[in-house]
């Protein structure tokens, strides 16, 4: 039931879209904005209008910047790095770039294959990665630990042989801090099977 007039009520829903938002939680955003006008709805509203303009996706990696290539691809520290991790989304990069993994390179596969979503090999961008691994000595898929980001990995992997770079994935198993009481079956056995010596 609506409760305010049809610009609310569609700012709500267009909120409501995005993850980790339902109706309630953007409900609320509004109602906050609503109340914060001047110090926070007008500065959003000028922002989204800029990023709208300026936000490209770097043609190399596919990152989000406001320049292509992106300041990670142009990072002169970067430029020499034997090293590629290939993620899923941008939002893996970031977390990444977050945890300071090093100077390392990026690519962005924008998915993962899904044969019962329709999704295969030229809907993200494989053809490009296979294109740039030659150039690197290793190439790391960062890919989750899903059917569908096994599948991708392992298609990857296949259509690396030969090319003469090395193909790793980031390790699987107990996380920094982690309890094994609290873990599921297949994190405490891929655990089990990449043990290493202390």
């Known amino acids: 039931m ?42 959003l509203s000028a922002a989204l209008d800029r ?25 002169p520290r970067r430029i020499e790095s034997g090293m590629l991790i290939v993620v899923e989304d941008v939002a893996d990069l970031w977390a990444l770039e977050r945890a300071s993994v090093g100077a390392v390179r990026y690519h962005v596969l924008g998915g993962v294959l899904s044969p019962l979503d329709g999704v295969g090999p030229d809907d993200i961008t494989i053809d490009a990665l296979i294109e740039r691994a030659p150039t690197f000595k290793e190439v790391v898929l960062a890919v989750n630990a899903t059917v569908e980001g096994q599948t991708t990995a392992h298609y990857i992997t296949d259509r690396l042989v030969g090319s003469g770079t090395k193909v790793t994935r980031l390790a699987h198993g107990v996380p920094v801090g982690g309890e094994l ?15 290493t010596e202390i």
């Open 51 to 75: 990023a709208v303009i300026a936000v490209k996706t770097c043609e190399v990696c596919g990152n989000v910047d406001t320049r292509s290539p992106c300041g990670i691809c142009s990072d």
């Open 181 to 195: 009481d609290y873990l599921d079956e297949g994190t405490l056995s891929q655990a089990l099977k990449a043990r």
């Open 2 to 43: 609506a409760s305010g007039g049809p610009e609310i009520e569609q700012l709500i829903q267009l909120l409501a879209r995005l993850p980790g938002l339902g109706p309630r939680s953007a409900r609320r955003a509004v109602l906050q904005l609503i109340k914060k006008k001047e110090s926070l709805m007008i500065p």
